[in-house]
C-alpha cells in the first residue's frame, strides 16, 4: 500500500497538478479506511455467529429423551491385562468404617476394595456408619446384596463378613485390628507402605473414618476398572429395595417419558453454600446457625457466591430452565430430594410450570419406604429412580455424592441423557431478568444450556470427579487403531474362572472358620 501511494505522490508532482493529486491521495486514503472498517465488521460478526451470541438457539426436546451419542464406546470394566487372583497367603485383614450419606459411603467401598486389592489384603465386609447422618442402622447387610457383592468380586479380593478367629494348639485367639486414621486422598504408596506395615505387625487394621482416603486420580487403568466393578455391579441393592425401585419406575413410565430431578434445596447445602439472601430474616437466623455449629467460618456474601455458581437452583429457577428448554407443563417429573427448606413458598412457582410432580411416597404408599422415606432405603430407591429415568437433572452436582455418583452411573449405563445446568452461565441471565429484563431470557438461558454435556462420552477435567466420569478408562471399543481403548475378549471371565481354579481358589481357602464366606462355590 506504501508503494502505490508513494507512486501517486511522484506521479502527482511530475504531473505539475498539486491539487488534483491531493484529491487522489485523500480518495484513496478514504477507500482504504472503509475496507479496513468493512473488513473488520465482517470479521466481527463473523466471531459473534461463531459464539453463538446472536444466532438463535433451539434445543431439540424430544432427542433429549433418548440416550445421547456413544461415538462408538461401550461400557467395559472387565480386566484388559495380565490380572491375577487374589493370593492364597493373606496379608491381613482390612476393616473399614463408612461414613457420610449413602452415595459417599458406596464411593468409599469402592476404595476399600481398591485398597484391599492394593496390599493383597482380605476385605472385612465394610461397615456403614448409618447412625451419625440418616439415624439408621441397617447397615451393609440392609441395604445391599451382599451374596451378590461377595460373587461379583471374587477375581478381584477375597471377602469375609467378619475377621476370623485363630486356632492354635487347642486354643482361640481373636484378632484385634490396630485403629489407623487414613489421610484424606491417600496415595496408593501410603497403603503399600505405613497401611501395610501396621497390618503385617498387628494381623489386622481398622480404617476409619473411611470417606475420601484414597487418591480418586490413579495412573492404573486397571485400579480404576476395578473401582466401576465395584459401583457398576458389584454393589447391587437387596432384591425388595430393587422390586419397589422397579416398581415405582413402571408405574411413572406406563404415562410415557419421564425426567428425574435431584432438588437439592436442604438446610445442610443451603449452609454450606452460603446462600441466605433470598430467604426471610428468620430463615436467614436458622440457616446462619446451622453453619456456624458444623461448618468452618468464612465471610460469604451472596451476589458473590451466585455470579460464581456455587449456590444451588432455587425451585422456580429450575422450573423457569427447563421450559426455557422446551419442556411442557404435562412433562412427567419425579423429584429425589430430601425435605426441601422453605417449604411450600420456593415449591409452589416449580409447581405452576410443572403440575406432574412425583416422590417415591407419592407414587408408592407401602409402609416399608413410608417409614424409612428419609432413611437409607428411601435413598436407595430414589437412586434406582434417577438410574433409571429417562433424563435426570441435578440442581447442584457441586458437593453432592447423590448427583456425582449417578451422573457416573448413567455415563456407564448407556450414555443416558443428563442435564446439567451451567450456575455460573446461568447466574446473570437470572439475575437481568429478577432486574425486569425479560427480553430474550429463554433464548439466553437456551445458548448457556446449549455449550453443556447431555450425557455423551466426554474428556474428564479436574474437579470433576472420576465416580462423576469414568471415562475412558471403563469404556472400550470394539473398532480402533487405540489398542488401550480396544473391547477385551468376549471370554475374558471365563479365562479369569480357570485362573481362579488352577491356582486351587477354592472353598477349602475360604473356609478357615464359620466366619468365613465361601467364595469360589458361590
Same mark, same amino acid.
Given at each position: 500500500?506504501?508503494?502505490?501511494?508513494?507512486?501517486?505522490?511522484?506521479?502527482?508532482?511530475?504531473? #505539475?497538478?498539486?491539487?488534483?493529486?491531493?484529491?487522489?491521495?485523500?480518495?484513496?486514503?478514504?477507500?482504504?479506511?472503509?475496507?479496513?472498517?468493512?473488513?473488520?465488521?465482517?470479521?466481527?460478526?463473523?466471531?459473534?455467529?461463531?459464539?453463538?451470541?446472536?444466532?438463535?438457539?433451539?434445543?431439540?426436546? !424430544?432427542?433429549?429423551?433418548?440416550?445421547?451419542?456413544?461415538?462408538?464406546?461401550?461400557?467395559?470394566?472387565?480386566?484388559?491385562?495380565?490380572?491375577?487372583?487374589?493370593?492364597?497367603?493373606?496379608?491381613?485383614?482390612?476393616?473399614?468404617?463408612?461414613?457420610?450419606?449413602?452415595?459417599?459411603?458406596?464411593? %468409599?467401598?469402592?476404595?476399600?476394595?481398591?485398597?484391599?486389592?492394593?496390599?493383597? %489384603?482380605?476385605?472385612?465386609?465394610?461397615?456403614?456408619?448409618?447412625?451419625?447422618?440418616?439415624?439408621?442402622?441397617?447397615?451393609?447387610?440392609?441395604?445391599?446384596?451382599?451374596?451378590?457383592?461377595?460373587?461379583?468380586? *471374587?477375581?478381584?479380593?477375597?471377602?469375609?463378613?467378619?475377621?476370623? !478367629?485363630?486356632?492354635?494348639?487347642?486354643?482361640?485367639?481373636?484378632?484385634?485390628?490396630?485403629?489407623?486414621?487414613?489421610?484424606?486422598?491417600?496415595?496408593?504408596?501410603?497403603?503399600?507402605?505405613? $497401611?501395610?506395615?501396621?497390618?503385617?505387625?498387628?494381623?489386622?487394621?481398622?480404617?476409619?473414618? @473411611?470417606?475420601?482416603?484414597?487418591?480418586?486420580?490413579?495412573?492404573?487403568?486397571?485400579?480404576?476398572?476395578?473401582?466401576?466393578?465395584?459401583?457398576?455391579?458389584?454393589?447391587?441393592?437387596?432384591?425388595?429395595? +430393587?422390586?419397589?425401585?422397579?416398581?415405582?419406575?413402571?408405574?411413572?413410565?406406563?404415562?410415557?417419558? @419421564?425426567?428425574?430431578?435431584?432438588?437439592?434445596?436442604? +438446610?445442610?447445602?443451603?449452609?454450606?453454600?452460603?446462600?441466605?439472601?433470598? @430467604?426471610?430474616?428468620?430463615?436467614?437466623?436458622?440457616?446462619?446457625?446451622?453453619?456456624?455449629? /458444623?461448618?468452618?467460618?468464612?465471610?460469604?456474601?451472596?451476589?458473590?457466591? *451466585?455470579?460464581?455458581?456455587?449456590?444451588?437452583?432455587?425451585?422456580?429457577?429450575?422450573?423457569?430452565?427447563? *421450559?426455557?428448554?422446551?419442556?411442557?407443563?404435562?412433562?412427567?417429573?419425579?423429584?429425589?430430594?430430601?425435605?426441601?427448606?422453605?417449604?411450600?413458598?420456593?415449591?409452589?412457582?416449580?409447581?405452576?410450570?410443572?403440575?406432574?410432580?412425583?416422590?417415591?411416597?407419592?407414587?408408592?404408599?407401602? !409402609?416399608?419406604?413410608?417409614?424409612?422415606?428419609?432413611?437409607?432405603?428411601?435413598?436407595?430407591?430414589?437412586?434406582?429412580?434417577?438410574?433409571? $429415568?429417562?433424563?435426570?437433572?441435578?440442581?447442584?452436582?457441586?458437593?453432592? /455424592?447423590?448427583?456425582?455418583?449417578? &451422573?457416573?452411573?448413567?455415563?456407564?449405563?448407556?450414555?443416558?441423557?443428563?442435564?446439567?445446568?451451567?450456575?455460573? #452461565?446461568? %447466574?446473570?441471565?437470572?439475575?437481568?431478568?429478577?432486574?425486569?429484563?425479560? $427480553?430474550?431470557?429463554?433464548?439466553?438461558?437456551?445458548?448457556?444450556? &446449549?455449550?453443556?454435556?447431555?450425557?455423551?462420552?466426554?474428556?474428564?477435567?479436574?474437579?470433576?470427579?472420576?465416580?462423576?466420569?469414568?471415562?475412558?478408562?471403563?469404556?472400550?471399543? +470394539?473398532?480402533?487403531?487405540?489398542?488401550?481403548?480396544?473391547?477385551?475378549?468376549?471370554?475374558?471371565?471365563?479365562?479369569?474362572?480357570?485362573?481362579?481354579?488352577?491356582?486351587?481358589?477354592?472353598?477349602?481357602?475360604?473356609?478357615?472358620?464359620?466366619?468365613?464366606?465361601?467364595?469360589?462355590?458361590?
Amino acid at each position: 500500500m506504501r508503494r502505490r501511494l508513494g507512486h501517486h505522490r511522484q506521479h502527482g508532482k511530475q504531473g #505539475g497538478v498539486g491539487g488534483r493529486g491531493l484529491l487522489l491521495k485523500l480518495l484513496i486514503a478514504v477507500f482504504v479506511v472503509l475496507l479496513i472498517c468493512t473488513l473488520s465488521l465482517l470479521f466481527s460478526a463473523t466471531i459473534t455467529a461463531t459464539n453463538g451470541s446472536n444466532a438463535p438457539s433451539e434445543i431439540n426436546v !424430544e432427542k433429549l429423551w433418548e440416550s445421547a451419542n456413544s461415538g462408538g464406546w461401550r461400557p467395559s470394566s472387565s480386566p484388559r491385562t495380565d490380572w491375577p487372583s487374589p493370593p492364597k497367603e493373606t496379608r491381613g485383614y482390612l476393616r473399614v468404617r463408612c461414613n457420610g450419606g449413602l452415595n459417599q459411603q458406596r464411593s %468409599a467401598i469402592c476404595n476399600a476394595v481398591l485398597a484391599a486389592r492394593i496390599m493383597n %489384603a482380605t476385605l472385612v465386609l465394610p461397615e456403614l456408619d448409618a447412625n451419625s447422618f440418616w439415624h439408621d442402622d441397617s447397615g451393609f447387610h440392609g441395604i445391599y446384596d451382599v451374596e451378590h457383592f461377595i460373587q461379583s468380586l *471374587r477375581f478381584d479380593v477375597r471377602i469375609v463378613e467378619r475377621i476370623p !478367629e485363630i486356632h492354635k494348639n487347642g486354643k482361640t485367639k481373636k484378632i484385634k485390628a490396630f485403629q489407623l486414621r487414613t489421610p484424606r486422598d491417600a496415595p496408593i504408596s501410603w497403603y503399600t507402605t505405613e $497401611a501395610l506395615e501396621k497390618m503385617k505387625e498387628h494381623g489386622a487394621i481398622y480404617l476409619t473414618p @473411611f470417606s475420601h482416603r484414597l487418591a480418586e486420580e490413579i495412573d492404573n487403568p486397571e485400579y480404576q476398572r476395578l473401582r466401576c466393578r465395584v459401583n457398576y455391579h458389584a454393589l447391587r441393592f437387596k432384591p425388595h429395595i +430393587m422390586k419397589l425401585s422397579e416398581s415405582i419406575v413402571d408405574k411413572l413410565r406406563s404415562q410415557g417419558h @419421564f425426567m428425574a430431578i435431584h432438588l437439592r434445596f436442604e +438446610m445442610d447445602m443451603l449452609a454450606f453454600a452460603g446462600c441466605f439472601d433470598i @430467604f426471610s430474616p428468620a430463615e436467614q437466623k436458622i440457616l446462619k446457625k446451622y453453619r456456624m455449629e /458444623n461448618f468452618a467460618k468464612k465471610t460469604l456474601i451472596y451476589k458473590e457466591r *451466585r455470579a460464581i455458581g456455587k449456590c444451588p437452583l432455587t425451585p422456580e429457577e429450575v422450573g423457569l430452565l427447563l *421450559r426455557a428448554m422446551g419442556f411442557n407443563n404435562s412433562t412427567r417429573m419425579y423429584l429425589a430430594a430430601g425435605e426441601l427448606f422453605g417449604g411450600e413458598h420456593f415449591m409452589k412457582p416449580f409447581r405452576a410450570l410443572f403440575p406432574h410432580l412425583e416422590n417415591h411416597s407419592s407414587v408408592d404408599s407401602s !409402609e416399608e419406604l413410608a417409614a424409612n422415606a428419609w432413611g437409607l432405603i428411601g435413598s436407595a430407591v430414589d437412586y434406582m429412580v434417577c438410574l433409571l $429415568a429417562d433424563i435426570f437433572m441435578p440442581t447442584y452436582d457441586g458437593p453432592s /455424592n447423590f448427583a456425582n455418583n449417578l &451422573l457416573g452411573h448413567r455415563l456407564y449405563y448407556g450414555f443416558r441423557t443428563n442435564i446439567r445446568p451451567d450456575r455460573k #452461565g446461568l %447466574a446473570p441471565v437470572f439475575t437481568a431478568r429478577e432486574e425486569g429484563q425479560t $427480553a430474550g431470557f429463554e433464548e439466553a438461558v437456551r445458548r448457556v444450556m &446449549l455449550k453443556t454435556n447431555f450425557g455423551g462420552p466426554h474428556k474428564r477435567v479436574s474437579p470433576e470427579s472420576f465416580y462423576t466420569n469414568s471415562w475412558p478408562e471403563c469404556f472400550c471399543q +470394539m473398532e480402533t487403531q487405540n489398542p488401550d481403548d480396544k473391547c477385551p475378549s468376549e471370554n475374558v471371565m471365563q479365562i479369569l474362572h480357570s485362573q481362579l481354579e488352577s491356582e486351587n481358589m477354592d472353598s477349602e481357602i475360604y473356609n478357615q472358620s464359620d466366619s468365613v464366606v465361601s467364595l469360589a462355590e458361590r
